[in-house]
Each structure stands twice: as C-alpha cells, then as structure tokens.
C-alpha cells in the first residue's frame, strides 16, 4: 500500500478542575471555537464541540501519527493560556488533569453530534459524575471509581 489510510473518530471529555463552573455560556462560544482552532493547528478536524459549565465533549477525527495524550496536553495548556489573557474573573481557572477518550464508528456520529448538542438539557437529569461512570460503562472500560475523580 502506497499510502496510509485511517477514520479515527473520538469523542474526548475532560472536565474543569474539581468541577468548578467555570465555563458560561458567553464564555462557551468564544472558548469552543478557540479550541476548535488548536485542534485544526494539530491537525485534526473537530466536528462538533460542547458541554456545560464544568465539562467539555469534542467528536474528532485525529490523525495516525499523533497521539490523544499530545493533542490533549496541547488543548488543555493553549486553552487555559488564553481563558486566563482573556478573562481577567478566570485568572484560577485550570482544567482536570485527565480526560477520557472513546472511539466512534462512522454509523454513531449522528448520534454522538446528538448528544453532544444535548448537553444542557442532558444535565438537568444527570450530573457529570454519572454521566462520566455511565459512558465508561456502556465503553467496557476498566476503571476503580475512587480514581476517576480528583
């Protein structure tokens, strides 16, 4: 084969620190669309982005030779750069240090994009924590609940 080929679709959660509600809808718009930027710098394409005050989900498609750990290490520290040059209130503002990452087949992403724009009224039924536990679950990840959250 004379080229490398690949759909790596994820869909990544990573949350404030301590699940601070950090993230306000004013705030939301402008944040998403930077790390929209970051992702495409990496070269990766975000397809939709989302969440509520104190979580964030991207669907992505990522890129063979890079690995989930960089790109998230690079959102992470780019965006935490700019929230606190652009909004003086978030100078205390960090991300957790984790993230979970699941793999999507290109038949779910609808139903990812779906769940993704949901968030908000998703969270007036579930809270983050049994959110987080249910998808790695329904994921078979392995996991000891008392390390999933700082």
């Known amino acids: 084969m004379s080229g490398t080929y690949s759909q790596l679709l994820l ?3 990573f949350s404030t ?3 601070t509600p950090w993230i306000s809808d004013d705030i939301a718009e402008r944040l998403y669309r930077y790390i929209g930027g970051i992702v495409r ?3 990766g394409v975000l397809y939709d982005i989302g969440g509520i005050e104190d979580h964030v989900h991207m669907y992505l498609r990522w890129r063979p030779d890079g690995s989930i750990s960089d790109l ?3 959102v992470k520290a780019r965006s935490s750069k700019w929230l ?3 909004f003086a209130a978030l ?3 960090a991300w957790q240090e984790g993230y979970s990452a699941f793999t999507v087949s290109k038949s779910q992403e609808d139903a990812v994009k779906k769940y993704i724009a949901g968030q908000a009224e ?3 039924r579930e809270d983050f924590k ?3 536990l249910r998808i790695l679950r329904a994921h078979g990840v392995e996991f000891d609940e008392k390390y999933v959250f700082d």
Do not use: I, Q
């Open 41 to 43: 710098a990496e070269k």
């Open 17 to 19: 620190k301590a699940r």
């Open 11 to 13: 869909h990544v959660v």
């Open 122 to 124: 998703h969270h007036k």
């Open 84 to 86: 606190h040059a652009e």
């Open 130 to 132: 049994s959110e987080l």
């Open 91 to 93: 100078h205390d503002f």
């Open 72 to 74: 998230m290490r690079t």
